[in-house]
């Protein structure tokens, strides 16, 4: 079965410094999805950014990167010019890449996210 | 198309009593989830329905609960007899077909139990 770890249950950064979330998982697939969803106080989940394991490149969306390293099976989220907004739960998600599985999500714990000010 | 769309948003009652939650969909999404999340963890998935068809159900899915797709539109979820180690948020998410879609969650049910 995969598992997806995440290491830092909190963490906090300075409103416009950058922040790593660490994340590692286990699987025995070699087509696979891995994800970053953020989720604010009593607000829906929302997708961060998705890595596609067959891409080599580490995905970017405006001030969010991933960090993926394949073979040592980690997946970690940069968030450069940290805002107020940035604050919120952070998971990091696994899903198969067939669909064998029904595509259905193995989340970490999570890691809350602080910005000061 | 206004998300996925979860009722109630709060739900409190007492041990013993059953609840309903209620999930509407992506109306063009054909798969519905529902996963559960208590403090401190992650979500965890319960089941999965393909249209009318629930294809998969968690291990976490005890005889209590019980989840239907009618006409593959709206999701329900009944938990029975419910007791206190079922608190939690209960999320609702759909997709499209094919590995490409991409998931969209509902803003939850939280359920407490008193």
């Known amino acids: 079965a995969q598992t997806v770890t995440q290491s830092q249950p909190e963490m906090s950064v300075q409103e416009a410094e950058t922040v790593t979330l660490s994340c590692t998982y286990d699987t025995s697939e070699s087509d696979y999805y891995l994800f970053w969803y953020k989720q604010p106080p009593s607000r829906q989940m929302i997708l961060v950014i998705r890595?596609?394991?067959?891409?080599?490149q580490n995905a970017t969306e405006n001030r969010f990167s991933v960090n993926f390293q394949k073979a040592a099976k980690s997946f970690s989220l940069k968030i450069s010019d940290s805002q107020l907004g940035d604050a919120a739960m952070y998971f990091c998600?696994?899903?198969?890449?067939?669909?064998?599985?029904?595509?259905?999500?193995?989340f970490g714990k999570g890691t809350l996210l602080t910005v000061n000010p | 198309d206004t998300g996925v769309s979860q009722d109630p948003r709060h739900k409190i009652t007492k041990r013993g009593q059953n609840v309903t939650f209620r999930c509407d969909p992506i109306s063009e999404h054909n798969r519905l989830y529902w996963y559960r999340q208590t403090l401190g963890q992650g979500p965890e998935f319960l089941t999965y329905?393909?249209?009318?068809?629930?294809?998969?159900k968690s291990r976490l899915l005890s005889d209590r609960f019980s989840a239907e797709r009618p006409k593959g539109s709206f999701s329900t979820l009944e938990i029975q007899r419910t007791e206190q180690g079922d608190s939690a948020m209960y999320l609702c998410?759909?997709?499209?077909?094919?590995?490409?879609?991409?998931?969209?969650f509902g803003s939850g049910t939280r359920l407490t139990v008193v």
């Open positions: 998600a696994y899903r198969d890449g067939s669909g064998g599985s029904n595509y259905k999500l193995t």
């Open positions: 998410a759909s997709r499209g077909g094919g590995a490409n879609y991409g998931y969209t």
């Open positions: 890595q596609e394991a067959y891409k080599q």
């Open positions: 329905f393909q249209n009318e068809a629930q294809l998969e």
